[in-house]
T-cell receptor, first 110, second 116 residues
Framework: GEDVEQSLFLSVREGDSSVINCTYT??????LYWYKQEPGAGLQLLTY?????DMKQDQRLTVLLNKKDKHLSLRIADTQTGDSAIYFC??????????FGAGTTVTVRA | GAGVSQSPSNKVTEKGKDVELRCDPI?????LYWYRQRLGQGLEFLIY????????KSGLPSDRFSAERTGESVSTLTIQRTQQEDSAVYLC??????????????FGEGSWLTVV
């Protein structure tokens, strides 16, 4: 089964906040990542968090990590049409091999 | 080049034929990865190269799949006797040091393979 699970779709109104959720199974994960994939493009690293942190903020992005529940979330403030994309959660189980979720397709509506 | 370059960007092949997918990593990046992304699914790890170390081939799905890397430069992923279930986007990525550990892994735009 999947090591990393995400909801598949999210629809949000422009200007609202988006919250994308992810659960993972490997408690020994050291880093957790959020990647963005726009149509026809490769994956772009948005942000990552070390497993001993609870929160990381980077401009409009806020990552929250609940290590006890193995739950990771990405909040995008003031969502814009350019934020429409597929967002992938990933965990690193060792120093190089990343395990990805199936991706959450975010659609921003006017 | 400025980013990870993959070719071809699109490939349609007949079932049973062999295909080669090429990846040019970012210059100076010692680590190189291949992932496969099937429609509507997450990325599956295929293989990892790090410098002169033996590659981690644990993700290759069958012996029809193989990959080579010349030093710290170009890599080729070969799929022999292609099957329809091989249809996917094959993504290559590179990183300057060992990946994970917060080191940024840069992805190419992928090679879209369709087996008919």
């Amino acid at each position: 089964g999947e090591d990393v699970e995400q909801s598949l779709f999210l629809s949000v109104r422009e200007g609202d906040s988006s919250v994308i959720n992810c659960t993972y199974t490997d408690s020994s994960s050291t880093y957790l990542y959020w990647y963005k994939q726009e149509p026809g493009a490769g994956l772009q690293l948005l942000t990552y968090i070390f497993s001993n942190m609870d929160m990381k903020q980077d401009q409009r992005l806020t990552v929250l990590l609940n290590k006890k529940d193995k739950h990771l979330s990405l909040r995008i403030a003031d969502t814009q049409t350019g934020d429409s994309a597929i967002y992938f959660c990933a965990e690193s189980m060792n120093d190089y091999k990343l395990s990805f979720g199936a991706g959450t397709t975010v659609t921003v509506r006017a | 080049g400025a980013g990870v370059s993959q070719s071809p960007s699109n490939k349609v092949t007949e079932k049973g034929k062999d295909v080669e997918l090429r990846c040019d990593p970012i210059s100076g990046h010692t680590a190189l990865y291949w992932y496969r992304q099937r429609l509507g699914q997450g990325l599956e790890f295929l293989i990892y190269f790090q410098g002169n170390s033996a590659p981690d081939k644990s993700g290759l799905p069958s012996d029809r799949f193989s990959a080579e890397r010349t030093g710290e430069s170009v890599s080729t992923l070969t799929i022999q006797r292609t099957q329809q279930e091989d249809s996917a986007v094959y993504l290559c990525a590179s990183s300057p040091l060992q990946g994970g550990s917060g080191n940024t892994i840069y992805f190419g735009e992928g090679s879209w393979l369709t087996v008919v």
